[in-house]
């Protein structure tokens, strides 16, 4: 049995620094109610495994990009998403019309 990869594959060991750090990740996402952290924890604590499994498919430049680019190009544009719903629910006030107004 065991884990679904090859013993002395080089994938043991970010594998199990993800196992050990997504619950700390996950812990402070649920203690700090912040539910975007779920997402990002899950995204982040899985990068090095998955850059170190893609490395056997696609080399050594590429499988970081895949691993890390993705997954931060998904935060981003989910920040960006935020930043434009902010900004368009609370618009800068126009200083003219402040004074107009007295």
Do not use: C, W
């Not at 990869?5 to 700090?32: H, K, R, T």
């Not at 960006?80 to 004074?99: C, D, G, Q």
């Amino acid at each position: 049995q065991g884990l679904p990869i090859p013993v002395g594959s080089g994938l043991e060991v970010p594998l199990i620094v993800a196992l050990i750090a997504s619950p700390f990740l996950l812990a402070a996402a649920y203690f700090l109610d912040y539910p975007r952290l779920f997402i990002y924890a899950l995204l982040l604590s899985f990068g090095i495994p998955h850059a170190r499994l893609m490395n056997e498919f696609v080399g050594s430049p590429l499988n970081s990009l895949i691993s890390f680019g993705l997954p931060g190009a998904v935060i981003v544009i989910y920040g960006l998403t935020l930043l434009f719903k902010f900004m368009k629910k609370y618009p800068k006030p126009n200083p003219e019309a402040s004074l107009v107004s007295q």
